[in-house]
């Protein structure tokens, strides 16, 4: 579904043009999107890594190398909200990609940029929500999600209006006033969420930030990620090993080798007008799932 009007930097692999027919809910669903617009012309894409490497130094100080020649361009397309996942096996280096995304780990080699701008550090065109849950213990939910507006000196009543309606968004706006120990992990993720988006990141950087939680609350938080990339203008990256999670979420999804990790296959992840749980179980649905696995497996097999 996704047309990209920058050159990919792998591979596409075009799975099949969904059945629009095939595609209809048997429960109650969310309107999630329309079909995205091209990206602008001649704009920096949105991310940019070339060639990027990660070699670690290990305890004995041996090299493990943990990113090599990892190649990725997510286009520009302004006003469009788009999740792209990298998906890829444990231990590949997916979390080391996305900490130099943050800039919080500086690459060995190659580039990151952002809308055209090399990463150097952290900065506030990125946020980032781990799998673990972040939030401030001492501070309400709504303390919590209006921490950096706060630290940027955005007046009171502005934090207020702004903290509102990323709290009404993650549908936490009844809980403004608990203490985050009194909320569910799923909860408590949803304020990691409201608490990254409030400051508008062009990029949104998500490592396995539903890993810990049931399947059930999975899927909501899911759905909400979708709710979300449609009404929010930023790119969310997504990492994880879940591939079902990838195809329910992903508007493209890169697949990754093993470590060294880099891309092996991009894939425009069919639109299926509508999302909801029962989707996961329909044959379309399915059918990506194999062919994602396929992709992964594939490399696996070669490896050896
Ligand atoms: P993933 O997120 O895909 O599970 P990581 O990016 O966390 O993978 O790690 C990739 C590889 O790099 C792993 O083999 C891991 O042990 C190694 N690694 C990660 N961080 C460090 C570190 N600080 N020092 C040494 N090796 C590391
Ligand atoms: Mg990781």
Known sequence: MTES????????????????????????????????????SGSSPRLLLKDLGVTYIGSQGEPIEAVKGCEVEVPDKPGVGEIVVLLGPSGCGKSTILKCIAGLLRPTHGLVTVSGVPVEGVGRDRGMVFQ????????????????????????GHQRREQSDKYLKMVGLYDFADQYPKSLSGGMKQRV??????INKPKLVLMDEPFGALDPHTRWEMQTTLLDISRTEDNTIVLVTHDVSEAVYVADTCYVMSPRPTKVLHRVDVPYFGTRSAALKAAPEFRAVEKQ?????????VGDK
């Open 132 to 155: 673990a849950y972040t939030s401030f213990g001492w501070l309400t939910v709504r303390e919590n999600v209006e921490y950096g507006l706060k630290l940027a000196g955005v007046p």
């Open 5 to 40: 009007g920058a050159k990919p930097p792998a591979r596409p692999v075009h799975l099949f043009e969904p059945d629009p027919a095939a595609a209809k809910p048997e429960e109650p669903t969310k309107p999630v999107s329309t079909p995205r617009p091209a990206a602008a």
């Open 192 to 197: 990691a969420i409201a608490r990254t988006l």
């Open 292 to 300: 994602l696995l396929d992709l992964l497996y594939a490399e696996k």
